[in-house]
């Protein structure tokens, strides 16, 4: 195993979830901002993100610390968090599943 890419799931960890209208994400500029579903570990967000639909799992975002080097199927959301300092949003390919 290659622990360049360790990864803590005993980490603390948020699950938190976008509003949506039909689906879609409500935009911050319309005042859309993402609601606390679960305050945890990375595993406890994993387990509970696994229960949603699939349909629905771009509503949702894990948030923890950053754990050093990203594997390249993961990608920063680039989404600005300035009341959540020192945390770090990722989205994973629909590969890693496969990968």
Known sequence: ???KYHINFDAPATLRKWPSIKNERV???DGGRPYL???GTLD???RHFMTKPARQHHL???QTAPQGELDDRFHET???EPSIHGTRSVLADSSF???
Request: glycine letters at 10%; hydrophobic letters at 35%; aromatic letters at 4%.
């Open 60 to 62: 949702y975002e894990i």
């Open 1 to 3: 195993m290659d622990d």
């Open 44 to 46: 406890d967000c994993i």
């Open 97 to 99: 599943e496969n990968g």
């Open 37 to 39: 579903i679960v305050d």
């Open 27 to 29: 935009s911050a500029s």
């Open 78 to 80: 680039g989404i600005d």
